[in-house]
């Protein structure tokens, strides 16, 4: 998994809250419930994504934390 992948969950989490926010704004309500459903997902897919990344990095030794340093 990259960090790219992380940003664009993050990306969609943005965009279905704001539509969460606008169907609020017309009091449709099953449709602000579902993007903000979808925009929980998102970030929870991002957070899953970085704790993957942030476990990878930490157990690195340190021999590979140097080279991936260096690259």
């Known amino acids: ?3 790219e992948e992380a ?6 989490a943005i965009h279905d809250a704001r539509v969460a926010f606008d169907c609020i704004e017309l009091e449709d ?3 602000a419930q ?16 970085i ?5 990878e990095r930490d157990s690195r030794t340190p021999a590979e934390a140097e080279d991936a340093i260096a690259k």
């Open 1 to 3: 998994m990259n960090l």
């Open 7 to 12: 940003g664009r969950q993050l990306e969609l």
């Open 29 to 31: 309500l099953d449709r």
């Open 34 to 49: 579902q993007h903000a459903i979808m925009a929980r997902a998102a970030v929870d897919a991002a957070e899953n994504v």
């Open 51 to 55: 704790r993957v990344a942030l476990d």
